[in-house]
């Protein structure tokens, strides 16, 4: 009952071993329901939460021309976010990149924003990232 975006929403408060239990288990029996749950369940809008440090490693992993159209679909706050943490002449590129690029189709910023939400997640499969909003094992005191 509530369908996809219920379940991300549980998932999103239990452990990291408990979710990847569930997701792993759904995934055997549809992969495709595991991959919307998953979609559901971090949000590129969710990378403010994660902490300058993580925003770091995440950009050494992406792909300028991927975040250039990415970026291109985001709140103000989320590109000052990532302008913050690059260097000062890197902010600058990135900077006009967007604003020389023109207007991008919304299912292109959607399919590159999936893109780097895939390397967030492997990120955090790995431990080099902290993904918020977690309880249990990933809780901090």
């Given at each position: 009952?509530?369908g996809?975006?219920h379940?991300a929403?549980?998932?999103?408060f239990?452990?990291?071993?408990a979710?990847?239990a569930?997701?792993?288990?759904?995934?055997?029996?549809d992969?495709d329901?595991?991959?919307?749950?998953?979609?559901?369940m971090?949000?590129?809008?969710?990378?403010?939460e994660v902490d300058?440090?993580?925003?770091?490693?995440?950009?050494?992993?992406?792909?300028?021309?991927?975040?250039?159209?990415?970026l291109?679909?985001?709140?103000?706050?989320?590109?000052?976010?990532?302008f913050?943490?690059?260097s000062?002449?890197a902010?600058?590129?990135l900077?006009?990149?967007?604003e020389?690029?023109?207007?991008?189709?919304?299912?292109?910023?959607e399919?590159?924003?999936?893109?780097?939400?895939?390397?967030?997640?492997?990120?955090?499969?790995e431990g080099?990232?902290m993904l918020?909003?977690?309880g249990g094992d990933?809780?901090?005191?």
């Amino acid at each position: 009952m509530g369908g996809v975006r219920h379940a991300a929403d549980i998932l999103n408060f239990v452990g990291a071993a408990a979710e990847t239990a569930v997701i792993d288990n759904v995934r055997e029996y549809d992969p495709d329901l595991a991959q919307k749950i998953l979609d559901e369940m971090f949000v590129f809008d969710n990378l403010m939460e994660v902490d300058d440090r993580g925003i770091q490693t995440i950009l050494r992993e992406v792909q300028s021309d991927s975040l250039v159209v990415a970026l291109k679909g985001a709140q103000e706050e989320m590109r000052e976010k990532i302008f913050r943490n690059m260097s000062q002449r890197a902010a600058e590129m990135l900077r006009e990149d967007l604003e020389s690029r023109g207007p991008v189709r919304l299912s292109e910023v959607e399919a590159e924003q999936k893109e780097i939400l895939k390397v967030v997640r492997r990120l955090a499969e790995e431990g080099q990232l902290m993904l918020g909003g977690k309880g249990g094992d990933d809780a901090f005191v």
